[in-house]
Structures are given as C-alpha cells and as structure tokens.
C-alpha cells in the first residue's frame, strides 16, 4: 500500500500542512511524516494536533496506529499530552529523537560564532534608523519612488561624498559617487566593466574572501595573487588591482605608503575595498588610498560593517572615465527609500554618532581579546583595527584545536579558509570579534580561552 495524503481538511484549513505517508508501513510513516514536519519547523512547538481519532479518520487508517504514534511521539519527547488538553507540539521538540540530536549538535556548534564577518547587529541602531526612515518617507517627493538615477539617489551621493571627504579623506564629488547593494555587487560591476573596456587579468591578494575572487573571474577575468608580507601586498603585473590597504583582510596589516604608490604608479586601475576603515583603535585611520590618485581608484565602501550586513548599502567612488561604464553595469540598486534613509542618516550626525559608539565597544572586545590570548601566551597580529585579527598556530595543532572548538560549541575560521594558494609558514585563526552580541561575547572569550589553552 502507498499513501500520499494530505492533511484532514479542517487541519489543513488551519495549519496547510501535507503530511506525505508514502510507504508500505503507515505507523512508521506517520511517525516519521509527523518527525519531519516538526523538525523542519512546519509544526511548530505548542501547536495542538487532532485528535488521534480525527486524525485516523481522515487519513483512513486505523485509530489504534495513531494513538501508537502519539504514544511514541510523546516518549521521545517530540510531542506533550495533557488530559483535557489533547496532544501538541512540545517546547523543544526539534532537539529531540536522532535527528534532533545532529540539529542540536549543529546549534551547538554554531552557538559561539567568533568567524569574521559580520559586526555586532544586535547593536544596529534600530530606533534612530526608524526615526530617519519615517522623515526621509514624509518629505520623500513622489518621483523618488520612481526607477530614477541608476548611479542611486542624489541625496545619498551628496551626503556620502562629503562624508568619505571628511572621513577616510575621499577626493571626490556627488558625480562620481555610484550606489550599489553590497561591496559584492559593485565589485562585480566594476569588473564586468573592465572587461568590457579591454582589461584581461586581475590581481588581488593571495589572502581574501574566495567569493570575491570567484565574482571576478566569473566576469571572465583571469587572477594573478599578490605575495604579502608585513608591508601588505606586493604590486604585480596585471590590468587592475584589488586591495584591503587599511587593513589588509584577513591578515591585518596596512599597505606600506611606499606601496601604495608603486600600485598607484603602475597606471593600472586599483580597487580599494575600504570594508572597516572607520574602525580603527590605535590612532587616527590612515587616509584612503584613493587620494594619491583618484583617477586610477576606484573606492569602495559599504554599510555591512559600519551598520549591518542586512542594510544592503555600499558605495563606489569611481574616475570620472570609468564612470558610465560602471554604472552601466550596475544592477538592482538598493532601495529609494533606504537610500534616503541613510542620506539624512548621515547629514544629521547619526552615521558618526553610531560609528563612534560601536567603534568604542569593538575596541574593548579587542582589548578584551588581546588581555585572554596574553595569558595563554598568545599574541594577535596585525593593527589594532576592525572587527577581526589572527593569532599564529602551527599547522600541526590546527585541526586539534578544531575538534576541540567544535566540542566547545565554537566556531572559528583558520587562516587556511581564505588563502588562494599555500602559503609556508602561514598559518592560523582568523577571529572575528564584532559578535556574538555583548551579553554572549564573555562565554565566547571564555570558550575560546579552554580551547587554546595548552
Ligand atoms: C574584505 C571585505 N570586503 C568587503 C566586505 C563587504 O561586503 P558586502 O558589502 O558585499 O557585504 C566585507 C564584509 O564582510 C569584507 O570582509
């Protein structure tokens, strides 16, 4: 016998949940149709389930088998029965049974997350970015809801020109600001339009994110990796460069001046990827590469540190000869209205306002961190800066500490998960410490401390 049946009508009227009890034995489909949908969070905890007479009648089976599976179910945890209150759903049902145990095992895994990444967004300003958002809607004219400029909004270009003026010591005005959703966006826009304007090759770091590696060549642009050492990144042959010159990512370091300029003197165009510029702890942030020559750099900056991933809001600062190309490739921008939002975010104060809280609280995390990774002998590399550093661990106790940290509930990215090619004598943890949020990030240090420990 094979059953594909739907829930009883009423149920499903309620919950439309499908309940697929293929096979030739009905208890056990039952029981694992029922595992499946708690599991996979379509019926979730204190949901209350027919009756086991109802349920048997409308799927035509026999009572008794339902009542077994509600039996089972309820032993293992996945459901409750209270007399007078039926069967439902249990608080922590999805842990239980095998099954559960692996998903459990995977949550526990991932409760500490000390990867790179992402900033802390439980500190996203919510409150100020609500009341930014409600004035930029009121005094928004019509038009601006339109398809408009696909270099973004006017107001957002001017506020963010002045700002990375001021800021990073960007030289540039409104015009040569572009919009886009995400420094992976714009990257991908900039070299589509280098391709199409003759450009072959791509150099970036031997050290970065492999996604951005991957959205250059899939524009059919071939990498050459630049070695780095304690200056940063050597300068190569190639048509372009893609840089971190303010803080080198993953590694940390910043891009020697005299660097800087044999890059900016080879004539070939340069990417700055500005990703954590505001953040710096040690002293005034070195200015942006793209001052020494705006007409070879392009800048990029994004939101998705500053703010948070989720705002999907990044920004280029581009030559003026590659502006139409790039904007030509520029595709499904963020929207009017979060455009808008950030504008009077900025021009009102709120933008530094936020940077100046959050950079304070990142700083103390690294204190904290550098203080924990000193009494196990430990040191950080790099700057004093972002939201990430590395610690040195020998290749040979790397997969040790791993099974540990995993044991421990935490995970951590070695060096290894963003190098293009081996690099001897390199190698070690990448640790993020923009999260987990601050009432989590004790227990993180902690955890992290038993693991390292010797
Ligand atoms: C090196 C680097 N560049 C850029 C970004 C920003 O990427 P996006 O704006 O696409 O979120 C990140 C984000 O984590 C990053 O680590």
């Known amino acids: 016998m094979v059953r594909s049946n739907s829930m009883p009508e009423a149920w499903a009227k309620s919950l439309d949940l499908h309940l697929d009890l293929s096979g030739t034995r009905v208890r056990s489909a039952l029981e694992s149709a ?26 035509g089976i026999a009572r008794n088998t339902v009542a077994e599976v509600y039996s089972q179910l309820v032993a293992a945890g996945w459901l409750t029965a209270q007399t007078g209150a039926g069967t439902s759903v249990a608080a922590q049902a999805a842990a239980a049974g095998p099954a559960g145990s692996a998903r459990t095992a995977a949550a526990r895994q991932l409760r500490y997350d000390l990867r790179p990444g992402e900033p802390d967004v439980s500190s996203f300003p919510r409150r100020e970015w609500l009341a930014a958002a409600r004035k930029a809607l009121a005094a928004a004219p019509d038009h601006v809801l339109g398809y408009g400029d696909p270099r973004g909004l006017p107001e957002l270009r001017t506020a ?21 959703s995400g420094y992976a966006a714009g990257l991908a826009a900039v070299s589509r339009a280098l391709r199409a304007s003759g450009a072959r090759t791509v150099a970036v770091e031997e050290y970065g994110h492999r996604l951005h590696r991957d959205i250059i060549t899939a524009q059919g642009l071939d990498l050459r990796l630049l070695p780095i050492d304690d200056r940063g990144a050597q300068a190569g042959d190639a048509d ?8 080198q990512f993953p590694l940390g370091m910043t891009l020697d001046p005299r660097r800087r300029r044999a890059f900016t003197d080879r004539g070939a165009i340069v990417i700055e990827d500005d990703y954590d510029g505001e953040f710096r702890y040690d002293r005034q942030p070195v200015g942006a590469m793209q001052a020494l020559a705006p007409d070879r750099v392009v800048y990029a900056g994004t939101a998705s540190k500053s703010l948070a991933p989720g705002v999907r809001l990044a920004w280029l600062v581009v030559p003026p000869q590659l502006a139409d190309g790039i904007t030509a490739e520029l595709t499904g921008g963020p929207s009017a209205i979060d455009q808008l939002t950030l504008a009077g975010f900025i021009t009102h104060g709120e933008y530094d306002r936020h940077i100046r809280r959050v950079r304070l609280a990142y700083r103390r995390r690294r204190d904290r961190l550098v203080t924990a990774l000193l009494g196990l002998g430990l040191e950080l590399t790099g700057i004093s800066a972002g939201l990430h550093a590395v610690v040195n661990i020998r290749t040979t106790q790397l997969s040790r500490l791993e099974a540990r940290a995993r044991d421990h509930g935490l995970a951590l990215d070695t060096l290894a998960v963003y190098a293009a090619r081996a690099v001897p004598d390199r190698s070690g943890l990448v640790i993020g410490y923009g999260h987990p949020p601050e009432h989590a990030y004790t227990t993180a240090l902690a955890r992290l401390c038993a693991v390292l420990a010797p």
Do not use: K, Q
């Open 34 to 59: 029922l595992r499946d949908a708690i599991r996979d969070g379509r019926l979730h905890p204190g949901t209350r389930l027919p009756s086991s007479r109802a349920l048997a009648a409308d799927l």
């Open 160 to 180: 963010l020109a002045e700002y990375l003026a001021r800021a990073r010591g960007v030289v540039t005005d409104p015009d040569r600001v572009l919009i886009c």
């Open 240 to 247: 372009a460069a893609v840089l971190t010159p303010a803080h």
